[in-house]
């Protein structure tokens, strides 16, 4: 990529090949040779990360499918039990699920650090033309990512944006009908969004290929835009910027670490982990975060056509960056008016992104036409006058020259945009994490958990109690579909021995077959079988509970979550707090009254319950004082009953938590180790280059 290579190998092996194909030439002289700005900054580091990001989510990705199902009706218990059945399963869907939003951080801090610093301008264009394509790419792949585990959001938002197509004039309606396979979303979507998820990240590898090579032509851009004139303005790529790259990726990690082992529901939707349903639409669909700014311009445009191509032209205007802006100067470093009119655009990508997650209505939608105004005025109207206006500070003549002159503390700008950047992040996290279940219901009560917090673990006695409620009381109605009776002998569980599982699993009856007759039969439970349902069908069970199917509890804390606001998201980022779902669950199991308050009404045969959306729920109390009796002596109460099995529910819905906050801890305190020696080894490299 960098041109033919001097390099040769020592050794007679390695000389061998070389001689037959220079493939170590090539290396050396494009990562060992190659010819590096000596005044890089950190924001250069995150191509290394986004090349890190890219081989773990393909790496990630290809483990996973060889377990994972697509059909409509196995995806979901697919994924569920690629969670629990699968050795480090859970490691393996946190680190692909969490790294897909770790791989959009990284690629909006990369394009926004090419906006900056004008790494769009001659002779970049295909490079930067070459970037706009890979986003592309991602964010089609990550559609696809996100429609695979079959939730009510991801069919609900896999039925919205196909939609989309339908606007295509003539042409829309058969467009939409061949990416469904069908009349609606179903079986076929599914395995056509699997296949093209898991053909085109290597598509995106192909052209992060051409990205790179055409980055080695033209030469890295760097922070005060002037291009290297002597050897003194360069330094070999290996080992000063692949050590400092390893420093980045290494400190990139820990934030990565952080959202896989202890906060690894958080950037996702509650709604997920219901089993997709399409008999019934979410009350607000919303795509992932990171999704959200292009979503608020759709939506801010009253015609589904003209929102469409705005959509996709809020994307596609990026390539014409390089001409709209015409100003000599690249780098905004030296031009006072357009590094403002930067960061006046960050603040509205970020409100854009902000009002993606809103309801489409009042305020909100004319504050999303104003800023999508403001989005496109940017680059239509903005830079291209800032070319012409705009009288730029003096450029240093060389890099040398602006490294020499460089004083004061060089940290001041880069703190203050990760400042930025992390209240924006807060803000995505914050707006997305809005739960339907206390739309016009009281915010339920917070509660102390045992296994919240990054050291938590479950309560062993809570969870005996809790499996003992579940038993005499919530059995009659829910089941347990994901949870199978040998995982209460595992470590993190209730504490049981083999045996005692056993025994408990024996209690039960589950129907098998065919026998060598042809008939289905009723067995004892074994260790290896999953909880039954109490009724056949769900036929059975609607026409046992008033037409309502009764959920499966195994998954009812992470299905549920309710509105934080501000500033408590900013509060539960640092301090890991994801008891949404557990607080919401005791809160509905303890917000019965036995009558409605005065002058609220609710239907007939329903119950009223303060917590519960429209207070009008169809399940009577559950729960009442001395119903159920511990043999440790703890109170028979329904606060009891339902701190109690809300813990056991909460182990349910996710069985290898401890082992996720133990192994965390463990990678915490590597990580850090690996991230100092990084540190200090690549100021030794420096030393002699600043």
């Avoid at 939003?101 to 264009?125: D, T």
């Avoid at 991602?138 to 079959?150: E, I, K, N, S």
């Avoid at 039925?159 to 009908?177: K, Q």
């Amino acid at each position: 990529m960098s041109g033919p290579s001097d390099y040769q190998p020592s050794n007679p092996a390695l000389q061998w090949i070389e001689r037959r194909l220079p493939i170590f030439g090539l290396m050396h002289s494009s990562f060992v040779a190659y010819p590096t700005p000596r005044n890089l900054n950190y924001w250069w580091t995150f191509g290394a990360i986004l090349s890190f990001m890219l081989g773990m989510q393909i790496l990630t990705g290809v483990i996973l499918a060889m377990h994972y199902t697509p059909h409509a009706d196995l995806a979901f218990k697919s994924v569920e039990l690629i969670v629990r059945d699968v050795n480090y399963g859970w490691l393996l869907r946190n680190m692909h699920a969490v790294g897909a939003s770790m791989f959009f951080v990284a690629v909006y801090v990369h394009m926004f650090r090419g906006l900056y610093y004008g790494s769009y301008k001659e002779p970049r264009e295909v490079l930067w033309i070459l970037g706009v394509i890979i986003y592309l790419l991602m964010m089609a792949t990550g559609f696809m990512g996100y429609v695979l585990p079959w939730g009510q959001m991801s069919f609900w938002g896999a039925t919205v944006i196909t939609n989309l197509f339908s606007a295509i004039p003539y042409v829309g309606e058969s467009v939409v009908t061949l990416l469904w396979g069908g009349y609606s979303v179903g079986n076929p979507t599914l395995n056509r969004f699997f296949s093209l998820h898991y053909l085109l990240p290597f598509l995106i590898a192909g052209v992060v290929v051409l990205h790179v090579w055409a980055l080695h032509v033209a030469g890295q851009n760097n922070p005060d835009g002037v291009e290297p004139k002597t050897e003194k303005d360069t330094v070999p790529f290996t080992p000063h910027a692949t050590i400092k790259d390893m420093f980045g990726v290494a400190c990139f990690m820990l934030l990565y670490a952080w959202f896989i082992f202890y906060m690894p529901n958080y950037l996702g939707d509650a709604d997920n982990y219901i089993p997709a349903n399409p008999g019934v639409t979410p009350p607000h669909i919303v795509p992932e975060w990171y999704y959200l700014p292009f979503y608020a311009i759709l939506r801010s445009i009253p015609n589904k056509l003209a929102g469409v191509i705005a959509m996709f032209g809020a994307i596609i205007i990026l390539c014409f960056l390089p001409w709209l802006d015409a100003a000599k100067t690249k780098s905004s470093k030296y031009r006072p008016l357009a590094k403002q009119f930067f960061w006046i655009f960050v603040v509205v990508c970020i409100l854009l992104g902000y009002l993606g997650a809103q309801p489409p209505e009042g305020i909100y939608v004319v504050a999303g036409r104003v800023l999508t105004v403001c989005y496109f005025a940017y680059f239509l109207i903005v830079l291209p006058l800032l070319s012409r206006i705009e009288k730029p500070r003096p450029v240093p003549n060389s890099i040398s020259d602006a490294v020499l002159a460089k004083t004061g503390s060089r940290s001041t700008p880069m703190v203050s945009t990760a400042i930025m950047l992390a209240l924006a992040g807060s803000l995505f996290a914050g707006s997305i994490d809005s739960a339907k279940a206390s739309e016009g219901s009281d915010t339920p009560p917070g509660n102390k958990w045992s296994f919240s917090g990054p050291f938590g673990k479950f309560d062993r006695g809570a969870l005996q109690r809790g499996l003992k409620v579940y038993k005499e009381v919530c059995s009659s109605c829910h089941g347990l579909s994901y949870i199978a009776f040998r995982n209460l002998a595992e470590a993190g569980g209730p504490g049981y021995s083999v045996a005692q599982a056993a025994a408990f699993a024996s209690e039960y009856k589950v129907k098998d077959g065919p026998n060598d007759a042809g008939d289905m039969f009723e067995r004892a439970g074994r260790p290896a079988d999953y909880f039954p349902s109490p009724f056949p069908n769900e036929q059975a069970a609607r026409a046992a509970n008033g037409g309502a199917a009764p959920p499966d509890l195994s998954l009812i804390t992470k299905a549920r979550s309710y509105k934080r606001g501000f500033p408590w998201f900013i509060i539960d980022f640092f301090s890991q707090y994801q008891e949404q779902g557990p607080d919401y669950v005791a809160a509905v199991l303890q917000g019965y009254e036995d009558k409605a308050p005065e002058g609220v009404t609710i239907p007939e045969g329903s119950y009223f319950n303060k917590y519960f959306p429209g207070h009008a729920i169809k399940m009577p109390k559950p729960l009442s004082d001395g119903q159920v009796t511990f043999d440790d002596g703890s109170p028979a109460t329904v606060a009891q009953y339902a701190k109690d099995v809300t813990t056991f529910l909460m182990w349910t819905a996710e069985p290898h938590m401890e082992a996720r906050k133990r192994l965390g801890f463990q990678v915490f305190v590597f990580l850090i180790l690996f991230a100092g020696l990084m540190y200090f080894t690549k100021k030794k490299v420096w030393a002699s280059s600043h």
